[in-house]
């Protein structure tokens, strides 16, 4: 098992909708979760991290945490051709490390 | 807002040649991390560095060094270049505390011919 698995994807909403993108996680002891976007040829930017279970909202972007489930996921509203990147989960790889766990990223398509 | 900046943003090499990567940030980072990112195998560690002087192995250390003699500077060494190592080179860094949120440099498309 992965320690950090995404649906590959390409996923492909229409402008407008909502996009949702998943990830679990395989490691109990996680404590740190972020998504990063990651247009082609360029770095991954962060765009949201989240700690604590539950819901956690910055504009048009939700992170969702379920430690139980270990399951980490993101919703973007409105989705705009502009959104269309890789979008990448990372776990932080346990309680004392400093190093990140990610995945392998799902690609998403915004169709206008 | 953190700045992370890498030497080259493309550098082509021929195979058996020394390179050097340098990654530099401007925000007192404890923690500095170098990754390699291929299509299809996502993002994998190659080395971090917890302090200056300081240097821990990644998932694939193989075929690569790493030097960290300041705060604000990580490099990574190629001794022998490969064709096997042309990919995209991201540096990280992030600081002390529970966050542990890590920010990236626009990354170095190094091919090897």
């Known amino acids: 098992q992965k320690e950090v698995e995404q649906n590959s994807g390409p996923l492909s909403v229409p402008e407008g909708a909502i996009a949702s993108l998943n990830c679990t996680y395989s490691d109990r002891g996680s404590q740190s979760f972020f998504w990063y976007r990651q247009y082609s040829g360029k770095s991954p930017e962060l765009i949201m991290s989240?700690?604590?279970?539950g819901d956690k909202e910055d504009g048009r972007f939700t992170a969702q945490l379920n430690k139980a489930s270990q399951y980490v996921s993101l919703l973007i509203r409105d989705s705009q051709p502009s959104d269309s990147a890789t979008y990448l989960c990372?776990?932080?790889?346990?309680?004392?490390?400093?190093?990140?766990?990610f995945g392998s990223g799902t690609q998403l398509t915004v169709l206008p | 807002d953190v700045k992370v900046t890498q030497s080259s943003r493309y550098l082509v090499k021929r195979t058996g040649e020394k390179v050097f990567l340098e990654c530099v940030q401007d925000?007192?980072?404890?923690?500095m991390f170098w990754y390699r990112q291929d299509p299809g195998l996502g993002l994998r560690l190659i080395y971090f560095?917890?302090?200056?002087?300081?240097?821990e192995k990644g998932d694939i250390p193989e075929g690569y060094s790493v030097s960290r003699e300041k705060k604000e500077r990580f490099s990574l060494i190629l001794e022998s270049a490969s064709t096997n190592q042309t990919s995209m080179y991201l540096c990280?860094?992030?600081?002390?505390?529970?966050?542990?949120?890590?920010?990236f440099g626009p990354g170095t498309r190094l091919t090897v011919t």
């Open positions: 990280a860094s992030n600081g002390q505390g529970s966050s542990y949120e890590q920010y």
């Open positions: 925000m007192d980072h404890e923690n």
């Open positions: 560095s917890y302090d200056v002087k300081m240097k």
């Open positions: 990372a776990v932080n790889k346990d309680r004392s490390a400093r190093q990140l766990t």
């Open positions: 989240i700690y604590s279970n």
